[in-house]
């Protein structure tokens, strides 16, 4: 039975954890961008860590169930409320048939995940039931939920108990003021001089109101300078130009010098702007919970330090899981 | 050409086959891509071909990412005794040049041109010294055009035109983007044309409309049933004017599901399109309309 979308939210997409195997066309991963909020979600309802879910942004959407249902909402700090009675984050609680789900205001974060046992059962394209809303493809309609909308639910295959939760340590949310990311230089970073790149690390930028699920912009530090050149033939003029490249995850792009912009799970595949670096893959959830105005400072590792922190991402996703067993 | 190699973070090597833009970079691009696709290396999850460069994206809980650069710097070393000659298919694209909607859409976004004055074409023209709007149109259609990257937003072919340097047409993009282009759009930017997948943001200068769809992401249209995307990275494109009346028709065999677009494979040999690139381009040309 389907859940009815009263009112969508700003930006309530259907993710999961994504549709690798076609950037080569343009074709980005897309699915949740914080992915570690989003398996916890999962988890709290018994459904597979990768099953799709609502993702909603600074604002949730009002939901009408038509059939009984166990719902967990992690991620941001987005209160659910059943028929207006509050419910918490980060604990599975049942929904009868006939209640409606919404949501206080937003006090921290920026995307909650809302997920639902049985999953959000939208046609799988490309193998992936995540909504790449620039192309039209996938989740529901290829595009973000409105008002009106039936959202269709699987069937759950392994029910759990309500009341379950997270403990806090297990969220992985970002922490800190400024919040830092950590990000390996490279890519055109010889393009920099070397004032340049040490203020790009050493200054704190705020995220822009440009940040979506393409990419996160960030303002507030110096300009960048570039080392003098001759124009590459098919680069273009501009010192920030290159000769259209890929653009990988996370990697930090600086047209014009100016403005950095970090590519998301919906990345514009290619172009020709240079970039600095990478932010590594541990900290990509970090950022889809940064709210605009807030305050960030780049910080420069390396490979191993890359690898370390990967692992202990792993290993938190790991200790969630077996919190739950 | 010697390969400048960075890794992406954690999950990508970047490779830089060249600064600038040549055939010669983009067919080391094309052959090491293909090279490591045919390795079927564990771990990796993307191959991406680009003009000048390639990247690839990889799991470093299965390849240590030291152990992916060496691999991959193994097989760009390799390929440099590969003859350059690919099997690889021609495409004509029907183009409404100076077409109604994206005039529209140049008017709309006039203050974020070099040329408020003018319009793309007319501004195209002029800074390739051609004495008007008809010669650039005939400059830009007369030879073929490689697809070197499919990117940017879903099934958006780049183009590079298959002439000698000097003969390439160059043109800026919009001093600021715009936030709007027709799906469809044949633009230019740089040294590379493209034809726009889907509406959206775009900073190149605008030229014409196909009516010819590149991508479905609902596989509806009967050429575009097997892929959601027409375009890969090493196909050939000629553009062919097209006026009004016959861009009509094709927009309604489109809907009706009767257009049938002209492909026909090919094989391309760099060394020999060098040699004479005109007669060449005559040749391929030839292979469009053999019946």
Same mark, same amino acid.
Not at chain 1, 170 to 197: I, S, V
């Given at each position: 039975m389907p859940i009815k979308v009263l009112k969508p939210g700003l930006a309530t997409t259907v993710q999961d954890l994504g549709r690798p195997g076609y950037y080569h066309i343009g074709i980005p991963l897309s699915g949740g961008m914080d992915r570690h909020a989003l398996a916890a979600a999962n988890l709290l309802v018994g459904n597979e860590e990768g099953a799709a879910v609502l993702e909603a942004v600074f604002m949730g959407p009002e939901l009408e169930f038509t059939d009984d249902a166990l719902v967990a909402v992690t991620g941001a700090e987005l209160p659910p409320k059943l028929d207006g009675a509050p419910r918490e984050t980060w604990t599975g609680f049942k929904v009868k048939r006939g209640q409606k789900l919404s949501f206080d205001f937003l006090k921290q974060g920026a995307r909650a995940y809302i997920a639902i046992a049985g999953g959000i059962d939208v046609p799988v394209v490309l193998g992936s039931r995540s909504t790449y809303a620039l192309g039209a493809l996938g989740g529901f309609k290829g595009r973000k939920i409105e008002a009106g909308d039936e959202l269709p639910i699987g069937t759950s295959a392994a029910p759990v108990k309500e009341g379950r939760s997270i403990a806090k340590?297990?969220? @992985?949310?970002?922490?800190?003021?400024?919040?830092?990311?950590?990000?390996?230089?490279?890519?055109?970073?010889?393009?920099?001089?070397?004032?340049?790149?040490? @203020?790009f690390f050493s200054d704190t930028w705020k995220v822009a109101p440009e940040a979506d699920r393409i990419g996160y912009r960030f303002k507030g530090g110096k300009p960048l300078e570039?080392?003098?050149r001759e124009p590459p033939f098919g680069a273009g003029s501009d010192p920030s130009n290159i000769t259209d490249a890929c653009y990988p995850y996370g990697s930090i792009q600086v047209p014009g010098g100016t403005e950095p912009i970090v590519l998301h799970r919906d990345a514009v595949s290619g172009g020709g702007y240079f970039m600095v670096g990478t932010v590594i893959a541990a900290d990509m959830d970090l950022i889809g919970q940064l709210q605009p105005n807030t305050p960030v400072k780049f910080v420069k590792v390396g490979m191993e330090q890359a690898l370390a922190a990967r692992h202990d991402r792993a290993g938190l996703l790991a200790r969630l899981r077996s919190s739950l067993a | 050409m010697q390969t400048r190699f960075s890794f992406g973070g954690d999950e990508h090597i970047f490779a830089e086959v060249d600064e600038s833009m040549s055939l010669e970079a983009f067919f080391k691009s094309l052959f090491v891509t293909n090279a490591v696709r045919d390795a079927k290396i564990k771990g990796v999850t993307e191959i991406c071909p680009a003009n000048a460069s390639y990247q690839i994206k990889f799991d470093p809980d299965q390849i240590k990412p030291d152990d992916m650069l060496a691999e991959l710097k193994r097989l760009d070393s390799s390929t440099e005794k590969s003859e350059p000659v690919i099997k690889t298919r021609i495409i004509e694209i029907p183009v409404l040049y100076n077409d109604p909607w994206t005039h529209e859409t140049l008017m709309r976004f006039r203050e974020r041109h070099q040329d408020p004055d003018g319009t793309d074409l007319e501004y195209a023209a002029r800074i390739n010294n051609l004495d008007s709007v008809d010669a650039f149109v005939k400059a830009h259609s007369s030879a073929p055009w490689f697809v070197s990257m499919v990117g940017f937003v879903a099934g958006l072919p780049f183009l590079y035109q298959m002439v000698e340097r000097k003969r390439q047409l160059q043109a800026p993009k919009?001093?600021?983007p715009r936030t709007d282009t027709p799906r469809l759009t044949v633009g230019h930017g740089g040294c590379f044309s493209c034809i726009y997948s889907v509406r959206g943001a775009g900073g190149y200068q605008m030229f014409g409309i196909t009516p010819m769809p590149?991508?479905?992401?609902?596989?509806?249209?009967?050429?575009?049933r097997d892929f959601m995307c027409l375009f890969r990275p090493g196909d050939i494109v000629k553009w062919k004017p097209i006026d009004r009346a016959a861009y009509d028709a094709a927009v309604e065999d489109v809907d009706a599901g009767r257009f049938v677009p002209v492909i026909r494979d090919v094989s391309f040999s760099l060394t020999e399109f060098n040699n004479d690139i005109d007669?060449?381009?005559?040749?391929?040309?030839?292979?469009?309309?053999?019946?």
């Open positions: 340590e297990l969220r @992985g949310m970002p922490a800190g003021k400024p919040t830092e990311l950590r990000a390996m230089p490279g890519l055109y970073w010889h393009r920099l001089t070397e004032t340049a790149g040490s @203020g570039f080392v003098p | 919009y001093l600021r590149i991508y479905d992401p609902n596989q509806k249209i009967s050429y575009l007669a060449y381009n005559r040749k391929l040309e030839g292979v469009l309309h053999a019946h």
